[in-house]
């Protein structure tokens, strides 16, 4: 149960300690930045050199922890009310969380980071054939199936807690199994503060280092000098568009501007693949696809401990963390947007959909761009990316017909992916100073907003965000260890899900749903009829009333806690003390009228029904026209089930 002051919205223990921390660091990176810059260096050299095969093995347990929920019998599960349905379209949700995910990443890393593996990969020969495939298949592995493994587990874990047992959606309510209502003091004041925290310094350091990329395509287009003021300048550019998004809310900011910008990558995709070598990169991609899944066993556990090696501290060390430090901020962004979808339906969507198109985008950029460099002797551009991986896209599609337009669309599509993660990020930090509330008051969200902007545009001035960056991906390695702490309590109350899932289908004595005084006449006439609201409630008062009131007077004098309250519904609730309660409750609910029977009168095209609603949400079965009886013995029925449920639980 929320606490009291949960009725304010903010809370001011997270709100105040988060900010308190983000203006102590700003001035420790900005005062002392070599100071600063050296101690976080030193802090992630010394995971690198001790931690990293605790990162590679808890990476390697998410990854096949996910996959095997997403086919396990826990994935008919659904993140909300049994009843519940999506909150937005399919395309639309994939829009959104690829948005948040690693939209951004792709624009800067497409074509740097194949060619910096190309030229300096970690086993094969510098120039080769098998440089280049090893290249690609590094490439995948880093932004593949386990960077979106880990944004899963994550959101999966808020999306559960938040919509199947109604708690706040922060951070703290992965703690729940373990700590109980302890998450509503202090252990989960400082978890959300972490994720504040680590959220903000995450968002900023991308928008910081992005600047870069932007000042370098508009230098490209419009002869704009690169230089730090230039970066501030577009930096509030983005910042002042992302509060407008902010004001207009998720539903039409980030939502608009997701759609946008994924038409935008798709047709950007379409051009390269065209203007390219188009035959050679739909066979690299099939043969890149198949490398990866050929060694996705060996790479996740390779820890180059034969060959003593600083690549892997340089780049899976560094995504692994660099993923798991972002995670709370895109985890609760997509836990934010994916109520109603089932965990199957959700692991899915989340983790194969995006890496297929982020694999595609990898080949046809990356490919391009190491064909360019090895087979047409575009050695400037090699050159390029190792001095400067900010300018790699720019250089890249100067070789191709219509670069300036090209270039154009990239420009738009960095400022829109930099303007949504700008957004959201403001929208997730607001959320864990709300108590998981979106319907907040504007101010709160405009000023995460403009705190992230200001915190990158002072970082890049004073040169502190290399310090900031270290320190971020140096925090992962707390919030690795709390969230297997997570897992296992996710892992506790999917087992309880299972449970109640075979209690529902323990046999019990059948009833029938109408008895003796009915006949068969009346039973087909209720099938057949379609009641307006009015009488689907009077049908509630006059029967299921006086049913309710039967059951919980007998469950009375067996001195069993039994209340009838009227709040959301009619609901019979019966209190077990430590364990779990049961609910049943009927709630008249509206529906559309069957073809055949809709008439041309608009208000004769809708329906009510006496649905009954358990504590896991709507079941889906009408009880309207039941006699009081048949709507006891159902009672009964369910209660028996619930009662079977706590025997397996036991």
Known sequence: MLPSDAKSKLNKKVFFSASFIIIALILYTALLPTQANNLFTLIQAGIIENGSWFYVLVVAFIFFFVSFLGFSRYGDIRLGPDHATPDYPLVTWLSMLFAAGMGIGLMFFGVAEPLMHYLSPPTAATGTVEAAREAMKMTFFHWGLH??????????????????????????????????????????????????????????????LGASQVNAGFSYLFGIEVSIINQILIMSGIISLAVVSVATGLDKGVRRLSEANMILAVILLVLIFVLGPTVFLLQAYLQNIGDYLADIVHNTFNLFAYKKTTWIGGWTIFYWGWWLAWAPFVGLFIARISRGRTIREFILGVMLIPTVFTLLWMTIFGNSAIDLVYNQGVVALGEMVSKDSSVALFVFLENF????????????????????????????????????????????????AIGIGVVAGILLLVGGLSALQTMTIASALPFAIVLIIAIIGLIKALRVEAFKQDSQLATVIPHSSNVNDDSWQVRLKNIVDFPNKTNVNKFINLTVVPAFDSVAKELKEN????????????????????????????????????????????????????????????????????????????????????????????
């Open 147 to 208: 960077a979106w493994a880990i944004y899963a587990v994550v959101a999966l874990v808020l999306a559960y807690f938040s919509y199947r047992h109604n708690l706040p959606l922060t951070l703290r309510s992965a703690l729940y199994p373990l700590i109980g209502e302890r998450i509503y003091q202090w252990p989960g004041h400082l978890v959300d503060v972490f994720a504040v925290v680590s959220t903000v310094f995450g968002v900023a350091t991308s928008l910081g």
């Open 559 to 650: 001195h069993i806690s039994v209340e009838v309250t009227h709040e959301n519904g009619l609901s019979l609730i019966v209190d077990h003390g430590e364990e779990r309660v049961f609910i049943y409750r009927v709630m008249a609910r509206k529906h559309s009228q069957p073809d055949f029977v809709t008439e041309d009168d608009e208000d004769e095209q809708s329906y009510y029904r006496a649905e009954v609603h358990l504590v896991e949400g709507g079941q889906d079965y009408d009880i309207m026209g039941w006699s009081k009886a048949a709507v006891i013995n159902n009672i009964i029925d369910q209660y028996h089930k619930h009662l079977h449920f706590l025997h397996l639980m036991r």
């Open 401 to 448: 017909p219509l670069s300036s337009v090209l270039s154009f669309f990239s420009v738009l599509m960095i400022v829109i992916f930099f303007v949504t993660s700008c957004d959201s990020g403001a929208m997730v930090v607001d959320m864990l100073c709300s108590h998981g509330s979106n319907d907040t008051p504007l101010w709160q969200r405009v000023y995460w």
